[in-house]
C-alpha cells in the first residue's frame, strides 16, 4: 500500500499503516460478515421451509426475542460498549497489568450475576413472556413459554464472548469475531436437520432451539481460542477464592467505571433493541404470523446492514476510542465523518434494491414448503417499509459508537429513549390501519429522529462534522441509487415474463436484476465523481485485503 492511499473509513492522519490495517480489517470484516449473513439467510430458508410464518415458529421468534433482549441489557453488546473503551485506555497509558485484571474481574462477574438472571428467568418465564406476547394464548402462549426457558441460558455465553471479544478488538484482532456467526449458523442448521426428524412433527421447532444453542457454544469456544493470539491470558482470570473474588471486583476503581459507564450504555442499547420487541409486540395485535413475518423480513435487512455498517462500526470503535482516549478530536471527527459517508455510499444503494425487489427477493429466499404465496406478500411488505430506515439505522450505530468512545454514554441514552418513544406511538397509531407496513415503518420513523438528534449533539460536543459534504455526498448517491433502481426493476421485470416463476427463472431474473442495478450504479457513481467510491476501488487492490 502506498503512502498516498486513502483508507475506506479512516482518515488520512491515521498514517499510513494504521489505515492499512484498518481498511483491510474492516474489508474482511465486510467480508466475513457478509458470509456468515448469507449462510445465516440458508438457515432462515431451511427453518422457513420447515416452519413457514407459523404460530410454532412466531412463538420461537418471541422467546428468542426475550433473551436476545436480555442480552442487549447485560451481555455482548453492552459490555463491550463500556469496556472497550477502559480497558484501551489503560494499554494506551501502558497499565497492561491493570488492564488484564480488569478483563479477568469482569468475566468471573459477569458469569456470576448471568447465571443468577437465567436462573430466575427460568423459573418466572409463565410471568413474563405474556408480557411480550399479550395476542397469544393457548398452545402458542405454552410453546413461547417453553422455549424461552430452552434459549435462555445462551445469555450466559454470549456475556462471557462480549467480553472475550473486546479484548480481541482491543488488540485490533477482528477475524475470528467476524467468521464466528458463519459457524454459528452452520451448527443450528445441522442440529435442525440432524435432530428434527426424532422430534414429533408438532415438537420440531425444539430442534430448532437446541441448535440455537449449541451454536452459541461454538461461538464462544472459537473467540476464546483466538485469545492466545493477544497477550492476555484468561486462566489468570479464574483463580483465588470466590469471597476473595467478589471483594476484589467490588472495590476495583476500573470496574467501578466500567459499571458505571454500563448503566446508560444498557439503557441505550436496550431502548434500541426495545424497537423490535415493539415491533413483535404489536405484530401479535395483527396476527399470530406476523411477528415471525417481521423477523423474516428483518432477516433479509440485517444482510446488507451487517456486511457494511456493522463491519465499519465495529472496526472503527476501538480506533475511535484511542482516539477519545489522546484527546485528539480531530482525527476523530476525520474518521467518523469519513466512516458516514461510507455507509451512506453502500446502504442507500441496497435500500433502492429492497424497495424495488423486495417481492421476487421474499418469493426466491423462502417461498417453499410450509412458506406459501400470501406469506411472501407478508413479509415482503416489511422487507419494503425496513429499507427506508437501512441507511439511517447505518448511521445510528457508528454514531452512537461514537459516543461510546467518548465515553458519553448518556446523549445516546436519552435519545435511545426518545426513539423508543417514538417508535411505540407511531406503531400504535399505524398498525391499525396498516398492519404490518404501519409497525416498521414506525421503526424507520423512529431511526431517522435519531440521527438527526445525534448530529446535532456530536457537532455542538465536535465542532464541524463535514456535514456539508456529507449532505452532497448523500444527494449524488441517491441520483445514482434512483438509477440503480429503475434499472433493476426493469431487468427482473422483462427476465420475470420471459423466464416464469421456477426455481431456476427467480434465480436469473433476480441475479441479473441486481447484477445490472449494481454496475448501472457503478458506472452513476463514477460520473458523478463521488470520492468515497475511489477509496473502495483503492482498497480492492490494496495487498492482503
Known amino acids: 500500500m502506498s503512502t498516498t492511499d486513502e483508507p475506506v473509513v479512516a482518515a488520512d492522519e491515521l498514517g499510513p499503516q494504521r489505515s492499512g490495517r484498518l481498511a483491510r480489517s474492516t474489508a474482511f470484516f465486510a467480508f466475513a460478515t457478509g458470509l456468515s449473513r448469507i449462510v445465516g439467510l440458508v438457515r432462515e430458508i431451511v427453518a422457513a421451509s420447515y416452519f413457514g410464518i407459523s404460530g410454532a415458529m412466531s412463538a420461537f421468534t418471541i422467546a428468542f426475542m426475550v433473551p436476545n433482549l436480555v442480552r442487549s441489557l447485560f451481555a455482548d453488546a453492552a459490555i463491550q460498549a463500556a469496556f472497550v473503551p477502559v480497558f484501551t485506555q489503560e494499554l494506551e497509558r501502558g497499565h497492561r497489568r491493570q488492564a488484564f485484571h480488569l478483563a479477568s474481574t469482569l468475566i468471573f462477574l459477569v458469569t456470576l450475576v448471568l447465571g443468577a438472571i437465567t436462573a430466575l428467568f427460568i423459573l418466572i418465564a409463565p410471568i413474563v413472556m405474556p408480557i411480550f406476547a399479550p395476542g397469544f394464548e393457548g398452545e402458542v402462549l405454552d410453546l413461547t413459554i417453553a422455549l424461552s426457558r430452552l434459549l435462555f441460558p445462551i445469555l450466559i455465553m454470549l456475556g462471557i464472548s462480549g467480553l472475550v471479544v473486546g479484548v480481541l478488538n482491543s488488540y485490533d484482532r477482528f477475524g475470528i469475531f467476524a467468521i464466528a456467526p458463519f459457524f454459528w449458523n452452520v451448527a443450528i442448521i445441522a442440529v435442525l436437520v440432524g435432530l428434527a426428524p426424532a422430534f414429533p412433527e408438532d415438537d420440531q421447532i425444539y430442534a430448532y432451539a437446541i441448535g440455537v444453542l449449541v451454536g452459541t457454544a461454538v461461538q ?3 473467540v476464546t481460542i483466538d485469545l492466545r493470539n493477544t497477550p492476555f491470558g484468561i486462566r489468570r482470570a479464574l483463580l483465588g477464592p470466590f469471597g476473595t473474588r467478589i471483594r476484589a471486583a467490588l472495590g476495583d476503581p476500573d470496574v467501578r467505571r466500567v459499571l458505571l459507564l454500563m448503566l446508560p450504555v444498557t439503557i441505550s442499547l436496550g431502548l434500541i433493541n426495545f424497537n423490535l420487541a415493539v415491533n413483535s409486540f404489536f405484530g401479535t395485535l395483527v396476527s399470530d404470523q406476523a411477528p415471525a413475518g417481521i423477523d423474516k423480513a428483518f432477516r433479509i435487512y440485517m444482510l446488507p446492514q451487517g456486511i457494511f455498517s456493522v463491519a465499519v462500526s465495529t472496526v472503527l470503535f476501538p480506533t475511535l476510542a484511542r482516539f477519545a482516549a489522546r484527546r485528539d478530536y480531530d482525527d476523530l471527527r476525520a474518521t467518523m465523518a469519513n466512516g458516514m459517508r461510507q455507509i451512506t455510499l453502500l446502504l442507500i444503494p441496497a435500500a433502492a434494491a429492497m424497495l424495488v425487489l423486495s417481492e421476487p427477493m421474499i418469493r426466491l429466499v423462502y417461498q417453499r414448503g410450509e412458506f406459501d404465496a400470501a406469506q411472501t406478500d407478508l413479509v415482503a411488505t416489511a422487507l419494503f ?113 420471459l423466464l416464469g416463476r421456477g426455481l431456476g427463472g427467480q434465480i436469473v431474473s433476480l441475479g441479473a436484476a441486481l447484477a445490472g442495478g449494481g454496475l448501472v450504479y457503478a458506472v452513476a457513481v463514477s460520473m458523478l465523481r463521488i470520492p468515497e467510491a475511489a477509496q473502495i476501488r483503492r482498497l480492492l487492490r490494496l495487498p492482503g485485503a
Open 220 to 222: 464462544l469456544a472459537m
Open 385 to 497: 417499509w425496513f429499507a427506508f430506515s437501512l441507511p439511517f439505522n447505518g448511521l445510528f450505530l457508528l454514531l452512537t459508537r461514537t459516543f461510546f468512545s467518548l465515553q458519553r454514554p448518556w446523549v445516546p441514552t436519552a435519545i435511545s429513549a426518545g426513539n423508543l418513544a417514538i417508535t411505540a406511538l407511531a406503531a400504535l397509531a399505524l398498525y391499525g390501519p396498516f398492519g404490518v407496513g404501519g409497525i416498521v415503518a414506525a421503526t424507520a420513523i423512529a431511526t431517522a429522529a435519531s440521527v438527526a438528534a445525534q448530529a446535532a449533539v456530536l457537532r455542538r460536543m465536535l465542532g464541524r462534522l463535514e456535514l456539508g459534504r456529507l449532505a452532497w455526498t448523500t444527494v449524488r448517491v441517491s441520483i445514482a441509487s434512483a438509477a440503480l433502481a429503475g434499472a433493476s426493476y426493469v431487468i427482473w421485470l422483462e427476465l420475470d415474463e
